[in-house]
Structure formats: structure tokens, C-alpha cells
Nanobody, 116 residues
């Protein structure tokens, strides 16, 4: 399995920005897709954004235009830039690596709190 270490969460005011990082223990080229999920209070875990090994990206409708997923291949790291944050973005954000559809790894999660 791939080891994933997330960082960058914290407390931010509404309208603010945060950048999350997810460092993988292996080359991103060996991973079919990387993604960020989140779990907000009382809700199921949901996809935020994903990036394929070829660099294609996709976003959940509610995050498109505010969040950007990117990667640094040399650092085996995927980022999630989050702008114009809203209180409803509060939750635990998880990094996900899909080696194959059956071989999936998760990070430990990082808390994002949007509050004044």
C-alpha cells in the first residue's frame, strides 16, 4: 500500500484560503489517480477533487472554481488549494490514492475549520 501523509489543515475565517498537501510514499506515476475527499459533520464522505496519472482533473460541482487540485511529481505530492472558504467546507479532508480499483490507500485526514 501507499503511505499518504496530509498536512495544511487548520482554522480559517470565511472567505479565507488554505492549501492542503498530501505526500505519497511512491512515485505519482505508479498511482492511477489521487484524490481529496472530505467528511463534514453528519454527512457521508464525499469526493472533492481528483487528478489522474496523466494530469486530468475533476471536481465536485460545489467546489469547482474555488478549489484547485495540483501535483508536484518530483516531490510525490498532491495539493488542494482552497479559496473563498465557507463554513460548510468545515470537515476532515482525506487524501486518497488509487493504485488499481481494488488497491486504495487513505491518509489519516486533516481537519479544516472555517469559522469567524
Amino acid at each position: 500500500q501507499v503511505q499518504l501523509v496530509e498536512s495544511g489543515g487548520g482554522l480559517v475565517q470565511p472567505g479565507g484560503s488554505l492549501r492542503l498537501s498530501c505526500a505519497a510514499s511512491t512515485s505519482l506515476f505508479s498511482i492511477n489517480a489521487m484524490a481529496w475527499y472530505r467528511q463534514c459533520a453528519g454527512k457521508e464522505r464525499e469526493l472533492v477533487a481528483a487528478i489522474s496519472s496523466g494530469g486530468s482533473t475533476k471536481y465536485a460541482d460545489s467546489m469547482r472554481g474555488r478549489f484547485t487540485i495540483s501535483r508536484d511529481i518530483a516531490k510525490n505530492t498532491v495539493y488542494l488549494q482552497m479559496n473563498t472558504l465557507k463554513p460548510e467546507d468545515t470537515g476532515v479532508y482525506y487524501c486518497n490514492a488509487q493504485i488499481t480499483p481494488r488497491d486504495v490507500s487513505w491518509g489519516q485526514g486533516t481537519q479544516v475549520t472555517v469559522s469567524s
